[in-house]
């Protein structure tokens, strides 16, 4: 079974790219023509925004990231220190397929992707990390290695109440309401900046590294439609406590920056963000609320309290080169 792979050209096909993001299975704004564009400028990478068709029938999608250096080339998904949530390959509908013929349509399109990409960039080095399909077994079969990693979602397709009435006791005793001088409301653009200084200060106290600009999220911003990013913020007393910047495709909320651990405000600031996040997914009717992260066991404990259930993405990788500089750059994005 053939799937002929296209590249799309995202400045003068951005409609029809966007097009099939709507389509696939699994996308998010991080996907569409002007995310990506600006993810490559950002990184200063090449991007090759690869679909999959039988006939004329979209199979899927498979943003890949070149990074070259010097003589030696890398691929990556998504771009490497672009803080994008999840990329890599994406499907659309194959539910009215028997089994046996999805498995090849999946095959032929990571297998078309691959060799494309192969081709084109001739890569030392792969790394994508995805949550946009179940099946690794065509990457495996092509000698990459797969490996687990963990976020937490929490479910919307209920009530508010039902949602709350889920939580800890003390999730929920601290969202009941919203004390006197506190406010936590969606903000514009101009909120981004303390968000994210908030955040690398963070990681400055921590010792780790840091690379997201505010600038590129306002740019983001900006070139995604309205609501793709928002930027919800607490403050007491007219003062920015906290904020986290929240990704939304049309049925998934993703907790994308934000959300520092506050020591010195006597007041629950990450619990009422998050509790409004919820509350307003619920409103908007998405069915979930992806945490983004469920690896590190010291913020583990805060975000089971609102009763997620586990789920798993997938880290891809290929390559023994020692080009460790370019692994480095990457993992310091994640």
Same mark, same amino acid.
């Given at each position: 079974?053939?799937?002929?792979?296209?590249?799309?050209?995202?400045?003068?096909?951005?409609?029809?790219?966007?097009?099939?993001?709507?389509?696939?299975?699994?996308?998010?704004?991080?996907?569409?023509?002007?995310?990506?564009?600006?993810?490559?400028?950002?990184?200063?990478?090449?991007?090759?925004?690869?679909?999959?068709?039988?006939?004329?029938?979209?199979?899927?999608?498979?943003?890949?990231?070149?990074?070259?250096?010097?003589?030696?080339?890398?691929?990556?998904?998504?771009?490497?220190?672009?803080?994008?949530?999840?990329?890599?390959?994406?499907?659309?509908?194959?539910?009215?397929?028997?089994?046996?013929?999805?498995?090849?349509?999946?095959?032929?399109?990571?297998?078309?992707?691959?060799?494309?990409?192969?081709?084109?960039?001739?890569?030392?080095?792969?790394?994508?990390?995805?949550?946009?399909?179940?099946?690794?077994?065509?990457?495996?079969?092509? %000698?990459?290695?797969?490996? +687990?990693?963990?976020? !937490? /979602?929490?479910? *919307?397709? $209920?009530?508010?109440? @039902?949602?709350?009435? =889920?939580?800890?006791?003390?999730?929920?005793?601290?969202?009941?309401?919203?004390?006197?001088?506190?406010?936590?409301?969606?903000?514009?653009?101009?909120?981004?900046?303390?968000?994210?200084?908030?955040?690398?200060?963070?990681?400055?106290?921590? %010792?780790?590294?840091?690379? +997201?600009?505010?600038? !590129? /999220?306002?740019? *983001?911003? $900006?070139?995604?439609? @309205?609501?793709?990013? =928002?930027?919800?913020?607490?403050?007491?007393?007219?003062?920015?406590?906290?904020?986290?910047?929240?990704?939304?495709?049309?049925?998934?909320?993703?907790?994308?920056?934000?959300?520092?651990?506050?020591?010195?405000?006597?007041?629950?600031?990450?619990?009422?963000?998050?509790?409004?996040?919820?509350?307003?997914?619920?409103?908007?009717?998405?069915?979930?609320?992806?945490?983004?992260?469920?690896?590190?066991?010291?913020?583990?404990?805060?975000?089971?309290?609102?009763?997620?259930?586990?789920?798993?993405?997938?880290?891809?990788?290929?390559?023994?080169?020692?080009?460790?500089?370019?692994?480095?750059?990457?993992?310091?994005?994640?």
């Amino acid at each position: 079974m053939s799937v002929d792979i296209r590249q799309y050209d995202l400045e003068t096909e951005p409609d029809a790219w966007n097009r099939l993001v709507d389509r696939a299975h699994r996308s998010n704004p991080f996907y569409r023509a002007e995310a990506l564009a600006l993810q490559a400028a950002e990184t200063e990478t090449t991007v090759h925004a690869l679909a999959g068709f039988k006939g004329e029938e979209p199979v899927g999608l498979f943003p890949a990231f070149e990074l070259t250096k010097g003589p030696f080339a890398a691929v990556f998904s998504p771009a490497p220190q672009s803080w994008s949530c999840y990329l890599g390959p994406v499907v659309h509908s194959m539910s009215h397929l028997k089994q046996r013929k999805a498995d090849r349509r999946l095959r032929s399109f990571v297998d078309g992707c691959l060799e494309w990409l192969e081709d084109a960039c001739s890569p030392v080095y792969w790394k994508v990390t995805t949550a946009g399909i179940d099946d690794l077994r065509p990457f495996t079969w092509n %000698g990459f290695d797969v490996s +687990l990693q963990y976020t !937490y /979602v929490v479910d *919307l397709e $209920d009530s508010p109440e @039902a949602v709350r009435d =889920r939580f800890s006791s003390d999730a929920r005793r601290n969202v009941q309401s919203v004390p006197d001088g506190v406010s936590v409301t969606v903000e514009g653009p101009d909120a981004i900046d303390s968000i994210v200084e908030q955040v690398a200060t963070r990681y400055e106290k921590q %010792g780790r590294p840091f690379h +997201l600009e505010p600038s !590129y /999220v306002c740019a *983001l911003y $900006d070139a995604l439609p @309205a609501g793709a990013i =928002r930027p919800y913020v607490c403050r007491v007393d007219g003062e920015f406590c906290g904020g986290i910047l929240v990704l939304e495709s049309d049925d998934t909320r993703f907790r994308w920056q934000g959300g520092v651990k506050l020591e010195d405000v006597d007041v629950p600031v990450n619990d009422l963000l998050d509790w409004r996040i919820i509350a307003d997914g619920i409103d908007s009717e998405a069915t979930s609320y992806d945490l983004v992260g469920a690896g590190v066991p010291a913020i583990n404990r805060y975000k089971a309290k609102f009763n997620p259930r586990l789920e798993t993405h997938h880290t891809i990788t290929s390559g023994t080169f020692g080009i460790d500089h370019l692994v480095e750059r990457y993992e310091q994005a994640v």
